[in-house]
């Protein structure tokens, strides 16, 4: 029996021909209540970026202490806050077991969905995208 634990995603169709690499996030809310969102997952991204709307929706704790750091369009003020994620791919759940530091992008969203960049997310993964297949697979680079 194989004791690797895979998650397997579709990607999410955009537009007629535009797919993206979007993973179902799940968080807790303070009273408990579970609260799925969806997270693009971005190689090219050094951060986990959410919308000041989501994060507050998610009741994250925004702290007063801010900074800048560097995106696309420019800088983007952000505070950092942490938060435990879990994935589930329809087979299987899987906890993260520590909180995992995000920023909260101060400034105008451009953008709905949450950017799961490289630090530290990818970190916990090995992560396979199959563009032909239009799917990605993770598999928790190490047992907690």
Same mark, same amino acid.
């Given at each position: 029996?194989?004791?690797?634990?895979?998650?397997?995603?579709?990607?999410? +169709?955009?537009?007629?021909?535009?797919? %993206?690499?979007? #993973?179902? &996030?799940?968080?807790?809310?303070?009273?408990?209540?579970?609260v799925t969102v969806a997270g693009l997952l971005d190689s090219g991204s050094d951060v986990i970026l959410i919308p000041r709307d989501v994060a507050e929706s998610l009741e994250l704790n925004v702290g007063r202490k801010t900074s800048e750091i560097d995106g696309v369009?420019? +800088?983007?003020?952000?505070?950092?806050? %942490?938060?435990? #994620?879990? &994935?589930?791919?329809?087979?299987?759940?899987?906890?993260?077991?520590?909180?995992?530091?995000?920023?909260?992008?101060?400034?105008?969203?451009?953008?709905?969905?949450?950017?799961?960049?490289?630090?530290?997310?990818?970190?916990?993964?090995?992560?396979?995208?199959?563009?032909?297949?239009?799917?990605?697979?993770?598999?928790?680079?190490?047992?907690?």
């Amino acid at each position: 029996m194989n004791d690797i634990m895979n998650l397997s995603f579709r990607y999410k +169709k955009v537009t007629n021909d535009i797919y %993206r690499p979007v #993973i179902p &996030l799940q968080f807790n809310l303070s009273d408990g209540t579970p609260v799925t969102v969806a997270g693009l997952l971005d190689s090219g991204s050094d951060v986990i970026l959410i919308p000041r709307d989501v994060a507050e929706s998610l009741e994250l704790n925004v702290g007063r202490k801010t900074s800048e750091i560097d995106g696309v369009g420019g +800088k983007i003020k952000v505070a950092k806050s %942490r938060i435990k #994620i879990r &994935l589930d791919d329809g087979k299987r759940i899987y906890r993260i077991p520590h909180a995992l530091e995000v920023c909260i992008q101060l400034s105008d969203n451009a953008f709905d969905d949450i950017l799961v960049g490289r630090v530290p997310f990818f970190g916990e993964f090995i992560i396979e995208f199959n563009e032909g297949a239009k799917r990605m697979r993770l598999t928790p680079s190490h047992r907690h």
